[in-house]
T-cell receptor
Framework: AQRVTQPEKLLSVFKGAPVELKCNYS??????LFWYVQYSRQRLQLLLR??SRESIKGFTADLNKGETSFHLKKPFAQEEDSAMYYC????????????FGDGTTLTVKP | DAGVTQSPTHLIKTRGQQVTLRCSPK?????VSWYQQALGQGPQFIFQ???????QRGNFPDRFSGHQFPNYSSELNVNALLLGDSALYLC????????????FGPGTRLTVT
């Protein structure tokens, strides 16, 4: 069964501080991992995908298969990073079926 | 391009009634997926439509059904509504059935009383 766990419901940091949003997953196989973001009054949008190995808006995420984790990191948080973040996974054979975590609300204080 | 659009924005129904939600995919996209998002939870996959057929289904009862039209737009139907069906229903479209990149709509907020 596919499962995504985001252990922190809420995370608060000060502007300029490093931020790490945790994501652990359970999947029998090689999953595709994603981070989605939802800013206030906006729709859910893809932030980054592990296979692309891109850095989007300064965020990076490394897939650790040994620890089954896909934590999202940013070295210097900005106030505009305040949003809800969802970790999600899909299987290689069922690309359109994403399993989401319950999200972490990030607040970056000035 | 307005992206993925959904209608209506909000809906209030009574327990036992039936409801139909609508979704138009992003221009050029041919695959539509539906998700249910209960308050305080992440989106939960309901089903996916491609070429007017249901391709994948999540763990939802048969009360949840769908349809895709030749223009790729889609409907989600829920019969015999329960209080627990109250949620935000999200539609997502993608370029191909095996594409990982999904574009989400703003959602339809369904309240069952």
């Amino acid at each position: 069964a596919q499962r995504v766990t985001q252990p922190e419901k809420l995370l608060s940091v000060f502007k300029g501080a490093p931020v790490e949003l945790k994501c652990n997953y359970s999947y029998s196989g090689s999953p595709e991992l994603f981070w989605y973001v939802q800013y206030s009054r906006q729709r859910l949008q893809l932030l980054l995908r592990h296979i692309s190995r891109e850095s989007i808006k300064g965020f990076t995420a490394d897939l650790n298969k040994g620890e089954t984790s896909f934590h999202l990191k940013k070295p210097f948080a900005q106030e505009e990073d305040s949003a809800m973040y969802y970790c999600a996974l899909s299987g290689k054979t069922n690309a359109g079926k994403s399993t989401f975590g319950d999200g972490t609300t990030l607040t970056v204080k000035p | 391009d307005a992206g993925v659009t959904q209608s209506p924005t909000h809906l209030i129904k009574t327990r036992g009634q039936q409801v139909t939600l609508r979704c138009s995919p992003k221009s050029g996209h041919d695959t539509v997926s539906w998700y249910q998002q209960a308050l305080g939870q992440g989106p939960q996959f309901i089903f996916q439509y491609y070429e007017e057929e249901e391709r994948q289904r999540g763990n939802f009862p048969d009360r949840f059904s769908g349809h895709q039209f030749p223009n790729y737009s889609s409907e989600l139907n829920v019969n015999a509504l329960l209080l627990g069906d109250s949620a935000l229903y999200l539609c997502a479209s993608s370029l191909r059935v095996n594409s990982y990149e999904q574009y989400f709509g703003p959602g339809t907020r369904l309240t069952v009383t």
